[in-house]
């Protein structure tokens, strides 16, 4: 008997299409058809409901992550949540629930996990002798305001502690949910202690609902810039990834985000690690089988010849002539729409440990 593998559908609302294999499996599997009728049935009217989305508490051994990476502007990040229910097909951080031996497909964006004890964790950490206050990115690799941030509340309880000790925060996101914390913001920013970068990968409601299925739209993020903005917390935008062929609206973006308030901005161009590789590549199939080949060929370009490398001097910006017109386009937008003008640090000086002791909150 012939095998006939059962071909992958795109689900509604999610990035990916099925749960591609973490690099720790000692084997993948496929469905295919066993003479049974298996293919009409998958395909048909009994064809499998999409994955639910389950969020469930998870253990927290330390809270803030230390980077060492040339090529990223911060030392410290942290992320309430692990997995992001967004399913931003091109997230850098789907390889991470390999290490909880789970997909970087669907699981990562349907098996949500909860930092719930993350503000006491982070506590003890700050209150330590050993602590060197440095600006904290929160969202460095998830999001914090996923559709779980409603219900955790846990970047809120966040937000709050690192008001009350006056340390320094600035956050990425792709959520509205972003807002319901300006009454929280707007008071660090007053002392220079926060900003908030809005992520608008592209203007184009159709491509943002395949690529970003359950991120806010793109007008929605527009309208979270100038409600920071007028709260006067410094917003930038955030047009990364870059895709080749896929969004080249990068201009536009940059014009609308200046338009509603924004006043800094940045850029890189898709990276595919490990297991996104195979997840990005499936969903190019799916979405834009005609110049699938097309987009790969050109990332190859930026990477050296290859699918992804890890080199620090390139892998944020690509090399080659695509990426130095890239680069171009950016620098060139920036400096007509006055982004980037000024770059102001947060400042440090005012970390105050001692608000963490628990002694203090009483009074």
Known sequence: ????????????????????????????????????????????????????????????????????????????????????????????????????????????????????????????????????????????????????????????????????????????????????????????????????????????????????PRAAAPHRRLRTIRALAQAGIPVGVSVAPQIPFVNEDMEKVLEAAAEAGATNAFYSVLRLPWELNAVFQQWLELHYPQRAARVMARIREMHGGRDYDADFSTRMKGSGVWAQLLGQRFKKTCERLGLNRERRSLDLTQFRPAALSPQESLF
Not at 10 to 17: D, E, H
Not at 141 to 154: C, G, S, V
Not at 184 to 197: D, Q
């Open 1 to 212: 008997m012939t095998e006939v593998r059962i071909p992958v559908a795109a689900i509604k609302g999610r990035g990916a299409a099925s749960s591609v294999a973490n690099r720790f499996c000692g084997d993948a599997r496929a469905a295919f058809d066993d003479g049974w009728g298996t293919l009409e049935w998958a395909s048909g009217a009994h064809a499998p409901l999409p994955a639910a989305t389950t969020v469930l508490p998870h253990p927290v051994g330390k809270a803030i992550s230390r980077n060492q990476s040339p090529d990223i502007h911060f030392d410290y990040g942290l992320n309430p949540y692990r997995g992001c229910e967004h399913g931003c097909v091109y997230c850098y951080a789907r390889p991470t629930h390999s290490y909880l031996d789970l997909s970087a497909g669907l699981d990562f964006e349907t098996r949500i996990f909860a930092k719930t004890e993350l503000a006491d964790v982070l506590g003890r950490e700050l209150r330590s002798r050993s602590y060197v206050p440095s600006q904290i990115v929160i969202g460095s690799a998830t999001d914090a305001y996923q559709p779980a941030e409603r219900q955790w509340k846990i970047t809120r309880s966040v937000i709050e502690l690192l008001a009350r000790c006056d340390h320094p925060l600035a956050i990425v996101t792709k959520g509205s949910g972003v807002e319901r914390d300006i009454d929280l913001l707007a008071p660090m920013a007053r002392k220079n202690l926060a900003a908030v970068y809005v992520t608008i990968t592209t203007l184009d409601p159709a491509l943002a609902r395949i690529l970003e």
